[in-house]
């Protein structure tokens, strides 16, 4: 009897065919194709400044041997006084990507039709199309910036879900207060509206909270924020998603594996929150970094939108494989863009203001080669 191929198994078709996560490269991966050893990871948006000293000490009186608690109540508990929501709102998640990928679960149905913006953060597409949906998507304006107009005209054909992330990862820019009313004025009904805010600490003053808004509302919503970028807890995984209703966050929570959130993360998030000190003054330093930087690049002649988040989107003006490349052969991982219309982009993190004169270096030496 011949033996079966592993190529005749069936294969879950909306898993099996999706296009792949556009992931930074990791800092290992770069020493061995660099061959250098000083590596400036500006790929995946990661606090230079690490985490705060409270993380560490509590990371030190951890049970490994325990399973962690699967409702996080401590952090649920911390996060609900410091959002003014009940916590029966709230669920915690592995990272606030676990959280795209619950709420598609919890929401969707084979043949929903799901939208978002491009370019985008690619996990709103690519947890849409697991889940069976067909995704379409916004383009923003030459400038750069939200396209109000033909968002709207997208909520008016009733998404099952409408992923919007504001700040925009990859692009840089928040929604302004005029410009998410209108967006609010337009959600219908049967339309899940998810925020994700995972850049939030990083916006101006006068930059709505999205959660503010999105309460005052009697619409189907969803609030994402991170530990992974201003609280500097990326490789922790943990963040949370806020909803607007219990019989929502209990489908999300049902829609995620019951211990998702590990011991440490959620010993590590309990000590961030009560260390608000150290993430402002190190998100005041990146932001003034980022300006420092925007300012340099601006300079060059090359354009860039107006960031409120610790990345900056760049047209370098080459094709981006040939930009990573570059970077890559000075020690420096940037994200080469790969959307269509958007491929002679990069995406940069701030870093230390070392890195980040590194990176300039490198840009000038790209730009004028
Ligand atoms: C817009 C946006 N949403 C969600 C995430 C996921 O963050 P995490 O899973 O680390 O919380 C990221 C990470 O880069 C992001 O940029």
Same mark, same amino acid.
């Given at each position: 009897?011949?033996?079966?191929?592993?190529?005749?198994?069936?294969?879950?078709?909306?898993?099996? $065919? /999706?296009?792949?996560?556009? &992931?930074?490269? =990791?800092? *290992?991966?770069?020493?061995?194709?660099?061959? @250098?050893? #000083?590596?400036?990871?500006?790929?995946?948006?990661?606090?230079?400044?690490?985490?705060?000293?409270?993380?560490?000490?509590?990371?030190?009186?951890?049970?490994?041997?325990?399973?962690?608690?699967?409702?996080?109540?401590?952090?649920?508990?911390?996060?609900?006084?410091?959002?003014?929501?009940?916590?029966?709102?709230?669920?915690?998640?592995?990272?606030?990507?676990?959280?795209?990928?619950?709420?598609?679960?919890?929401?969707?149905?084979?043949?929903?039709?799901?939208?978002?913006?491009?370019?985008?953060? $690619? /996990?709103?597409?690519?947890? &849409?199309?697991? =889940?069976? *949906?067909?995704?379409?998507?916004?383009?923003? @304006?030459? #400038?750069?910036?939200?396209?109000?107009?033909?968002?709207?005209?997208?909520?008016?054909?009733?998404?099952?879900?409408?992923?919007?992330?504001?700040?925009?990862?990859?692009?840089?820019?928040?929604?302004?207060?005029?410009?998410?009313?209108?967006?609010?004025?337009?959600?219908?009904?049967?339309?899940?509206?998810?925020?994700?805010?995972?850049?939030?600490?990083?916006?101006?003053?006068?930059?709505?909270?999205?959660?503010?808004?999105?309460?005052?509302?009697?619409?189907?919503?969803?609030?994402?924020?991170?530990?992974?970028?201003?609280?500097?807890?990326?490789?922790?995984?943990?963040?949370?998603?806020?909803?607007?209703?219990?019989?929502?966050?209990?489908?999300?929570?049902?829609?995620?594996?019951?211990?998702?959130?590990?011991?440490?993360?959620?010993?590590?998030?309990?000590?961030?929150?009560?260390?608000?000190?150290?993430?402002?003054?190190?998100?005041?330093?990146?932001?003034?970094?980022?300006?420092?930087?925007?300012?340099?690049?601006?300079?060059?002649?090359?354009?860039?939108?107006?960031?409120?988040?610790?990345?900056?989107?760049?047209?370098?003006?080459?094709?981006?494989?040939?930009?990573?490349?570059?970077?890559?052969?000075?020690?420096?991982?940037?994200?080469?863009?790969?959307?269509?219309?958007?491929?002679?982009?990069?995406?940069?993190?701030?870093?230390?203001?070392?890195?980040?004169?590194?990176?300039?270096?490198?840009?000038?030496?790209?730009?004028?080669?």
């Amino acid at each position: 009897m011949t033996k079966p191929l592993h190529t005749e198994l069936p294969l879950n078709p909306h898993v099996a $065919g /999706l296009p792949p996560y556009n &992931a930074g490269m =990791n800092i *290992a991966a770069a020493r061995r194709q660099s061959g @250098r050893q #000083d590596i400036a990871a500006l790929a995946s948006n990661e606090n230079p400044d690490g985490c705060s000293p409270r993380v560490t000490a509590a990371l030190a009186n951890l049970e490994p041997s325990r399973y962690s608690d699967p409702a996080c109540t401590a952090l649920r508990a911390v996060l609900s006084q410091k959002l003014g929501v009940s916590p029966d709102r709230i669920v915690a998640g592995n990272g606030s990507e676990e959280m795209i990928a619950a709420i598609c679960r919890a929401v969707l149905r084979p043949g929903a039709f799901v939208a978002t913006v491009c370019p985008g953060f $690619g /996990l709103h597409e690519i947890e &849409a199309l697991a =889940n069976g *949906a067909s995704v379409e998507k916004v383009g923003i @304006r030459p #400038d750069l910036d939200f396209d109000i107009p033909a968002i709207i005209a997208m909520l008016e054909r009733g998404p099952a879900i409408f992923f919007l992330s504001s700040p925009s990862n990859p692009v840089g820019p928040a929604l302004d207060h005029e410009g998410l009313t209108r967006i609010l004025a337009a959600v219908r009904h049967e339309t899940l509206l998810v925020l994700d805010e995972a850049y939030f600490e990083f916006t101006d003053e006068d930059t709505p909270d999205g959660l503010a808004a999105l309460s005052a509302t009697n619409l189907s919503w969803v609030v994402l924020r991170t530990f992974s970028k201003a609280y500097g807890l990326a490789g922790l995984r943990v963040g949370y998603a806020v909803t607007s209703d219990v019989r929502l966050a209990r489908a999300v929570s049902a829609a995620k594996t019951p211990f998702n959130v590990n011991a440490a993360a959620q010993v590590a998030a309990v000590a961030a929150l009560a260390d608000e000190a150290w993430m402002r003054s190190s998100v005041a330093r990146l932001k003034h970094e980022r300006e420092r930087v925007a300012d340099a690049v601006a300079a060059m002649g090359l354009s860039t939108a107006r960031s409120q988040t610790n990345f900056l989107f760049i047209d370098v003006g080459r094709e981006s494989p040939i930009a990573f490349d570059h970077f890559l052969s000075k020690g420096i991982i940037v994200k080469p863009w790969k959307e269509e219309g958007y491929d002679t982009f990069i995406r940069v993190t701030i870093g230390t203001p070392l890195e980040n004169d590194r990176f300039l270096d490198a840009l000038r030496s790209l730009a004028r080669p």
